[in-house]
């Protein structure tokens, strides 16, 4: 009867972890994709700077999380977020209005599905 215990004890601790991972990459992916709006909106009003600010600020923010993200995430999918940083800044220091859009919207995509495979969903799990 003990040995069913420990067994229950560490499947609702597995199932505590790993909603804790999800709440915690859901708050950082909207952090970012948040940062990432913003920038946006700033670009088309013609403040590159301020484009460029929020944009680096949210690589950063990605980044101080790189560590725990490649230990729980698929390195591939975290890797594809890597460039499309590297992308979407260099398109700021071009002032590439049009490819910037499509790379920022691009990368505010990738974040949000990489939120999303995380969750419990039925397609998720199967």
Same mark, same amino acid.
Not at 14 to 27: E, K, P, R, T, Y
Not at 97 to 106: D, F, L, T
């Given at each position: 009867?003990?040995?069913?215990?420990?067994?229950?004890?560490?499947?609702?601790?597995?199932?505590?972890?790993?909603?804790?991972?999800?709440?915690?990459?859901? !708050?950082?992916?909207?952090?970012?994709?948040? =940062?990432?709006? &913003? $920038?946006?909106? @700033?670009? +088309? %009003? !013609?403040?590159?700077?301020?484009?460029?600010? =929020?944009?680096? &600020? $949210?690589?950063? @923010?990605? +980044? %101080?999380?790189?560590?725990?993200?490649?230990?729980? =995430?698929?390195?591939? $999918?975290?890797?594809?977020?890597?460039?499309?940083?590297?992308?979407?800044?260099?398109?700021?220091?071009?002032?590439?209005?049009?490819?910037?859009?499509?790379?920022?919207?691009?990368?505010?995509?990738?974040?949000?599905?990489?939120?999303?495979?995380?969750?419990?969903?039925?397609?998720?799990?199967?």
């Amino acid at each position: 009867m003990r040995k069913g215990w420990i067994a229950v004890a560490l499947l609702a601790a597995l199932i505590g972890l790993s909603c804790c991972h999800v709440v915690a990459l859901g !708050g950082l992916t909207e952090e970012v994709t948040g =940062l990432l709006t &913003q $920038a946006e909106a @700033r670009a +088309e %009003e !013609g403040d590159w700077a301020g484009a460029d600010a =929020l944009t680096h &600020q $949210a690589a950063r @923010r990605w +980044e %101080e999380k790189r560590f725990y993200l490649h230990t729980t =995430l698929d390195h591939t $999918a975290t890797d594809e977020v890597d460039l499309s940083f590297s992308e979407t800044l260099e398109l700021i220091q071009c002032q590439e209005a049009g490819e910037y859009s499509a790379a920022n919207a691009r990368l505010i995509r990738q974040l949000r599905l990489l939120g999303e495979m995380e969750l419990p969903l039925p397609e998720n799990l199967l």
